[in-house]
């Protein structure tokens, strides 16, 4: 089991990374923490730790360009051997709506994993 590191800050503090956390693009304050803490260490080597944001913006992009109407998907569809992380944003970024046109299905697949389905997109971009 890999460590934990936990600790607590003030609400002040809590709403500050949240602010940040959103400008940079992060779907939330635990993987922007993340990716800051691991960001300053210094001699690392940089191929030995994907941020966890370019994940969720390489899945959050394939679910948008690569993924039809209609289709039924799981995480492991946009990126192999997935962190459990990912998963976890992802359902997030899709119950509040920040991955749009995405509903969760009621029913795991065979290997036991969530299933989505990609919606039409019924925001009206034409003009009349």
Do not use: C, H, W
Not at 61 to 85: R, V, Y
Not at 86 to 92: A, E, Q, R, S
Not at 109 to 116: E, H, I, P, R, V
């Amino acid at each position: 089991m890999a460590p934990r590191i936990q600790f607590r800050i003030s609400d002040s503090e809590y709403e500050s990374l949240d602010r940040e956390a959103r400008i940079q693009g992060y779907p939330d304050v635990v993987s922007y923490a993340k990716d800051l803490v691991l960001s300053t260490i210094k001699g690392t080597n940089p191929k030995a730790s994907v941020k966890m944001i370019d994940l969720y913006k390489l899945a959050e992009g394939k679910i948008i360009e690569e993924i039809q109407s209609g289709s039924i998907f799981t995480i492991k569809d946009l990126i192999p051997n997935p962190p459990a992380l990912l998963g976890k944003l992802i359902l997030k970024g899709v119950e509040n709506q920040v991955i749009e046109n995405v509903v969760l299905l009621p029913d795991l697949d065979t290997n036991g994993a969530l299933q989505y389905l990609k919606t039409e997109d019924t925001s009206d971009n034409s003009e009349s």
